[in-house]
C-alpha cells in the first residue's frame, strides 16, 4: 500500500504469560532490499544473542575512551553523553546483495550508489557534535562528507536540517562550518572540490522554497553586510552573525584549496560582517534597519526576534571566529570579563513578547538559576570558554566545573535542556576531557578544567591519547601547570594535530585560582584579529 502517512498494525492472539519473538527490518528502498537486511543482520539470530551483540558494539565504542578518577554519577553521566553523541546522524544507506553501498535518495526518489546520513540538524552539532567525529572518528566523518556530496549532486543544495530530505527548520549555513572542520584536520576519500562549490552556491541565495536551506536573505547581506531588521526576515542579527563564521570557514577552506586570492579576500571580509551589528550604544548586538539606524526601542533580554532561540545576551558572543575582535569592541578585556561575568551575576529576566509566552528555554534558564546563562539550548554552550581569550582562564575553569556538576547527572532529570542530536552531550564530553572547539575551522581546543583524575583515549589512527589531573577533586577545579609529552605549555590552547599525535597530557589542579598562568596575550586561542 502506498500513500501519506501509511503505516501497519500487527496484533498475535496469545495467552498469559506467552511471549512472541518477532524479527522486523525495514528499507527506504524495497522490500526485497528489506529482506536482505533481514538476512545479514540478524538471520537465525535468537533474541538474547542479538541483545549481546549489541551490546559489544556499544561497550567496544564506549571503552575507546576509558575514564577513572571521579564519582559513581560522574561516571555514569559521561557515558551516557558519550552514548547520545554517538547516536546521530543516522544512516540512510543500505548494502545491497552484492554488498554494495546504496540509497534511497529523499532528494529526487531514486535509488543511487554511495553514502547518505540523515537527521541531523547543523545549527546545534557543528559546535561539538561534529568536531568530536574530526577527533575520534574522522573515517566516519570522511564518509558523511561524501553523503553531502551525494546530497548536494541530488538536490542542488547543501542540508542544513536533514529529516530525511531538507527540512525547513532553524537557521545559518553551518554545513560550512562542518565541512571546512572535517577537511583541515584531514579528512578525505570525498570530493572537496564539489563541496566548495556547494558552499559558494549557498552563500549567494536560499532555496526556493525552504528558507533554511542556503542564506535566506543573502542580497541583503552580501550587499550591505547584514540582514535588515525591517525588511520581513526573522532571526535577522543571529543569521548575520551565523553567516559571518559561516563566511570564516569557506575563507579557511578557499586558503587550504589555493583557490584566487580575491575569493579568499571576499569571504574573509564577510567574515567581519558581525562588525556591523554590534550596536556600541548599547553594548550588544542588536538588530540594524537597512537605513542603518539600530533597533528602537531595544530590549537585550528579549528573545527571538532578531535573534533564534535567546537574546542579546546569549548571541552577542557568537562570533567564534574573532573573540579578540569582540573584545576591541567592547574595550578591552576587562570590559569584555565584565559582560561576561554579568551574565551570570544578573537575575534570569526575560522579556517573550516576541513568542508570546516564555518558550521552554526560557522556563530551563530560570530553572538552572545562573543569571541569564542558558546552557539548555546551544548558541552560549561556547561562552564559559571565552574568558580563556581575554586573560582570565581561571574564571572558565570554575564555571566549567559548575556546569558539570550542576545541570547534568544520570538520573531522569538529570539534563539541562536540549540534547539536540547530541550537542548538549558533546559539550560535557569534550568538557569533562579538559578542551573544547570554540571555533571549529581554526585547529584549536580552548582549554577547560578536566573532571577525571585518568582519561585513556584509543584515537582511530591507533595513538592513545592519556590525560591526567593530579590532584583533582572537588575542591581542586583550577588549573596550576600544563604539560603535553613533558614540554609545559602556557597558553589557553591546544593543537589538533598534537592531540592526534597522543601522548600525555599532564594538568595539575589546585583550590586556588592561578592568576599568573594564561593571562598574557599571547596566551589566547586564534582570532581573525590576531591570525594566530
Avoid at 511471549?19 to 522490500?31: D, G, N, R
Avoid at 568536531?131 to 570522511?142: I, S
Avoid at 535588515?228 to 526573522?234: F, R, W
Avoid at 573573540?323 to 567592547?330: A, H, V
Wanted: net charge negative; glycine share 8%.
Amino acid at each position: 500500500q502506498q500513500g501519506e502517512h501509511v503505516g501497519a498494525v500487527v496484533g498475535f492472539k496469545t495467552k498469559r504469560g506467552e511471549q512472541v519473538h518477532v524479527k522486523v527490518a525495514s528499507s527506504f528502498i524495497s522490500p526485497e532490499q528489506a529482506m536482505i537486511n533481514l538476512n545479514r543482520e540478524i538471520a537465525d539470530k535468537g533474541f538474547d544473542q542479538v541483545c549481546d551483540e549489541a551490546r559489544e558494539v556499544w561497550n567496544r565504542e564506549l571503552s575507546r575512551i576509558k575514564v577513572s578518577g571521579g564519582s559513581k554519577e560522574q561516571v555514569r553521566t559521561f557515558y551516557s553523553c558519550l552514548y547520545r553523541t554517538l547516536l546521530f546522524p543516522r544512516k540512510f544507506y543500505e548494502l545491497d546483495k552484492d554488498n554494495m553501498i546504496i540509497h534511497y535518495s529523499p532528494y529526487n526518489g531514486e535509488v543511487l550508489p554511495g553514502y547518505m546520513f540523515t537527521d541531523n540538524g547543523f545549527w546545534d552539532t557543528f559546535r561539538a557534535v561534529f568536531p568530536f567525529f574530526n577527533f575520534m572518528y574522522p573515517d566516519l566523518n570522511a564518509n558523511i562528507m561524501e553523503g553531502l556530496v551525494n546530497t548536494f549532486m541530488e538536490s542542488g543544495w547543501l542540508p542544513e536540517w536533514a529529516s530525511p530530505g531538507h527540512r525547513s527548520c532553524m537557521i545559518g549555513s553551518n554545513s560550512a562550518s562542518i565541512i571546512t572542520d572535517a577537511y583541515l584536520k584531514g579528512a578525505r576519500g570525498f570530493d572537496i572540490e564539489i563541496l566548495y562549490d556547494a558552499l559558494i552556491k549557498n552563500s549567494n541565495g536560499h532555496h526556493p522554497q525552504i528558507h533554511s536551506v542556503g542564506r535566506y536573505g543573502a542580497d541583503y547581506y552580501n550587499s550591505l553586510g547584514f540582514i535588515p531588521y525591517n525588511v520581513g526576515i526573522n532571526e535577522n542579527t543571529a543569521r548575520t552573525l551565523e553567516y559571518a563564521y559561516a563566511d570564516f570557514c569557506i575563507s579557511k577552506l578557499a586558503e587550504a584549496l589555493g583557490k584566487p586570492q580575491e575569493e579568499i579576500d571576499l569571504y574573509a571580509n564577510r567574515a567581519k560582517n558581525y562588525l556591523n551589528v554590534y550596536d556600541k550604544e548599547s553594548g550588544w548586538m542588536c538588530g540594524r534597519n537597512e537605513d542603518g539606524s539600530f533597533q528602537r526601542p531595544f530590549n537585550p533580554l528579549k528573545w527571538g526576534d532578531a535573534f533564534t532561540e535567546g537574546n542579546s545576551l546569549h548571541y552577542t558572543w557568537s562570533v567564534f571566529h574573532d573573540i579578540q575582535g569582540l573584545i576591541d569592541l567592547m574595550g578591552g578585556n576587562q570590559q569584555f570579563v565584565n559582560k561576561l561575568d554579568t551574565i551570570f551575576t544578573m537575575p534570569p529576566h526575560f522579556d517573550c513578547s516576541y513568542y508570546g509566552f516564555p518558550i521552554h528555554e526560557i522556563r530551563e534558564m530560570q530553572i538552572m538559576n545562573m543569571g541569564n546563562y542558558a546552557h539548555g539550548n546551544q548558541p552560549i554552550q561556547h561562552m564559559i570558554y571565552l574568558y580563556n581569550y581575554a586573560g582570565q582562564p581561571w574564571k572558565a575553569q570554575q564555571k566549567l566545573r559548575l556546569v558539570m556538576d550542576k545541570l547534568y547527572s544520570p538520573y531522569p532529570d538529570g539534563y539541562c535542556g536540549d540534547e539536540d542530536n547530541g550537542q548538549t552531550s558533546a559539550w560535557y564530553v569534550f568538557s569533562a576531557m579538559g578542551f573544547y572547539p570554540v571555533c571549529p575551522g581554526s585547529n584549536q581546543y580552548v582549554i577547560g578544567a578536566p573532571l577525571f583524575k585518568n582519561i585513556r583515549i584509543d584515537l582511530q589512527n591507533n595513538n592513545t591519547l592519556e590525560i591526567c589531573a593530579e590532584n583533582n577533586s572537588a575542591e581542586n577545579i583550577y588549573v596550576s601547570d600544563l604539560k603535553h609529552n613533558g614540554k609545559t605549555i602556557h597558553v589557553n590552547f591546544l593543537d589538533h594535530k598534537d592531540l592526534m599525535n597522543g601522548g600525555k597530557l599532564e594538568f595539575t589542579m589546585t583550590d586556588t585560582p592561578i592568576q599568573g598562568r594564561g593571562t598574557a596575550k599571547e596566551s589566547a586561542p586564534f582570532s581573525m584579529s590576531n591570525k594566530k
